[in-house]
Nanobody, 129 residues
Framework: QVQLVESGGGLVQAGGSLRLSCAAS????????IGWFRQAPGKDREGISC???????YYGDSVKGRFTISRDNAKNTVWLHMNNLETEDTANYYC???????????????????????WGQGIQVTVSS
């Protein structure tokens, strides 16, 4: 059974940090690119960071310099370290797996939903002022 399970979300004050985890099972994790997306109420979903199988990364402008994505293929896990959180970071965060045939930027910014093979259920991050 294929699964992507997010954890580590919650409530944090502005300026604080959180680490999100995306734990994968049921597929050959090391062959896939992994992306983190977020969606706030009333806003479009945003691809904020992606990491390819070779650890090439992409960051959206809204998170560049504050968030760091990493992966451990032995643990089938990708992490999103989020520092200096802002109230604008409040959203539901999702991880997804991509067959990784393109660049990390294209994965995050241009790949339509049908190119993402698996999705997690999402986890809420709330940043208070």
């Amino acid at each position: 059974q294929v699964q992507l399970v997010e954890s580590g979300g919650g409530l944090v004050q502005a300026g604080g940090s959180l680490r999100l985890s995306c734990a994968a099972s049921g597929f050959t994790f090391e062959h896939y690119g992994i992306g983190w997306f977020r969606q706030a109420p009333g806003k479009d979903r945003e691809g904020i960071s992606c990491i390819k199988y070779d650890e090439t990364t992409y960051y959206g402008d809204s998170v560049k310099g504050r968030f760091t994505i990493s992966r451990d293929n032995a643990k089938n896990t990708v992490w999103l370290h989020m520092n200096n959180l802002e109230t604008e970071d409040t959203a539901n965060y999702y991880c997804a797996a991509h067959s990784d045939w393109t660049t990390a930027e294209v994965m995050c910014v241009q790949s339509p939903d049908y190119e993402w093979d698996y999705w997690g259920q999402g986890i809420q991050v709330t940043v208070s002022s």
